[in-house]
């Protein structure tokens, strides 16, 4: 499965079924975990035993069930802000996903159950706090779980509801867990995942308008063409650099801007180096999605039920080591293409190459965009904080059986938080490139630029003189968020 297959889901709204080729697999697994358990002597972590450091005691048979909605019940612990409905719904989906591929015990109906509540627009409330990435995503998918045993809170038509009381309503029975399914529900990636995969569409689409704000920056200060030669890139072959110089000049063919003569000889790095930083970064987007995507095609619950192989196995695919690596390597990657972004924007509020101080027709008078640069100084300065790793840190749990975890959850959500502070840098460097545009009429950029910034101009106008900054903010980040806005024409 490619992680494009999911768009079905997520931004279409496509329902959730169950192939018979899902059930088959489902059904074969649970019933070989049911005879092997009904033979098997020795105990079996997390089916007849406890977790974590309880692995060692042993529970009895007729108490199985009851082990499960305990270990639901207990471990659902999250604190901090409610998670977007948006990833929740998507962790839904991820699990259905991995259940669906026959190696975690789980029966038909729980899955079934599962995908009932996400077509019925059901949402459990779950919290961003408290998972540590290992054994995988514990008390987020705790949260989630709790509606299928009539337990905790969801979104429903706009409200939030008690799950059992809503479930009544809709004459649906909780559901009394099998041994195994508790842990099969709990253990797994996919609420790092959810966030992950998410985070990527971002960030992919935030890369594509950088290079277009870039682009736009580059025509209004009246920068050179040169730097993005073909023959300079061919000579450094990254594929993100050369990729990256062809489409800067792609968006500004036909300028007439880029065309004129030009007094300086070469350009600040930040116009200079577009190839360069912008490209690095689509080479790391790139390794990130084929990491996100092996991960979208894994079970990672534990233990593994491999019934082909007559094994059940307690082991550590919950890990999220690859997931916290990666969303570390996407918040440096993209909160670079945001450091680059506050430079361009300094260099066109600084009254160099003909542009007025602060791009306002009167300075002195009116400080004009002098501010707009201080706020994504501040938030560069933020991005630098978030970016400290989280997968460096690790924390014993569980007495010390789990004693290295990925943090992979804080990873993800903090990833998301420097994409957020990278659309607002890239929203005032628009902000002030259409400006400063803007001060080199009559001469025009290019067709592609034109049609952009006469796009742009719905939503934020010219600034004659000094007024209310902040709207206009907001209204410019609005308008990086307009679905497709980021493929020109």
């Not at 004459?171 to 709990?186: Q, R, V, Y």
């Not at 971002?202 to 040169?226: P, T, V, Y």
């Not at 050369?242 to 800067?248: D, F, G, K, V, Y």
């Not at 027709?361 to 965009?369: Q, W």
Request: charged share 25%; aromatic share 6%; proline share 4%.
């Amino acid at each position: 499965m490619r992680i494009s297959d999911l768009e079905l889901f997520i931004e279409e709204g496509a329902q959730i079924v169950l192939s018979i080729r899902d059930k088959e697999r489902i059904k074969k697994c649970r019933e070989y975990l049911d005879n092997k358990m009904r033979e098997q002597k020795e105990p079996v972590y997390g089916i007849n035993t406890g977790f974590g450091s309880l692995c060692n005691i042993r529970i009895d048979n007729e108490r199985l069930s009851q082990l499960q909605k305990n270990l639901v019940m207990s471990h659902a612990c999250g604190t901090g802000n409610e998670v977007p409905q948006e990833i929740v719904r998507v962790m839904m989906l991820l699990k259905i996903i991995s259940l669906s591929y026959g190696y975690s015990g789980v029966r038909v109906e729980s899955v079934q159950r599962l995908a009932d509540m996400y077509n019925s627009n059901i949402t459990p409330v779950v919290y961003t706090q408290g998972s540590l990435g290992a054994s995988g995503d514990l008390s987020p998918l705790a949260h989630m779980s709790l509606p299928l045993i009539g337990m905790g809170e969801v979104w429903y038509n706009g409200e939030k509801r008690d799950a059992g009381e809503l479930f009544r309503k809709l004459g649906w029975e909780p559901l009394t867990l099998a041994s195994k399914e508790g842990l099969a529900l709990l253990n797994g990636t996919q609420f790092m995942l959810a966030y992950s995969i998410l985070n990527l569409q971002k960030a992919k689409k935030l890369s594509a308008l950088a290079d277009i704000i870039g682009a736009l920056s580059l025509d209004a200060f009246n920068g050179r063409k040169e730097p993005f030669t073909p023959g300079v890139h061919a000579i450094r072959p990254h594929k993100g650099q050369i990729e990256t110089a062809a489409n800067i000049l792609k968006i500004l063919e036909g300028s007439e801007l880029l065309n004129r003569s030009k007094a300086d000889v070469q350009d600040p790095y930040s116009f200079r180096c577009i190839p360069q930083i912008h490209g690095a970064t689509k080479d790391t987007l790139r390794h990130i999605e084929e990491v996100f995507e092996a991960e979208l095609n894994s079970a990672t619950d534990n233990p593994t039920v491999l019934p082909d192989e007559d094994i059940i196995v307690s082991a550590g695919n919950f890990h999220g080591q690859p997931l916290a690596l990666n969303n570390d390597f996407m918040a440096i990657a993209m909160a670079e293409l945001g450091s680059v972004s506050e430079r361009r924007t300094y260099q066109l509020i600084s009254g160099k190459r003909g542009l007025p101080s602060f791009l306002v027709a009167h300075p002195g008078l009116n400080s004009g965009f002098m501010i707009p640069q201080y706020t994504a100084a501040s938030i560069v300065s933020k991005n630098k904080q978030l970016c400290t790793p989280s997968s460096i840190d690790t924390i014993d749990s569980s007495q010390g059986q789990e004693d290295h975890v990925s943090m992979g959850a804080n990873a993800a959500v903090k990833c998301r938080e420097v994409l957020d502070n990278v659309e607002q840098i890239l929203a005032i460097e628009l902000f002030n490139a259409a400006q400063a545009l803007e001060f080199r009429r009559p001469f025009k950029s290019s067709p592609a630029i034109e049609k952009f910034v006469e796009k742009y101009r719905k939503f934020v106008p010219y600034i004659a003189e000094d007024e209310i900054m902040f709207h206009h903010i907001h209204k410019s980040r609005d308008f990086l968020r307009l679905p497709g806005i980021e493929n020109l024409g």
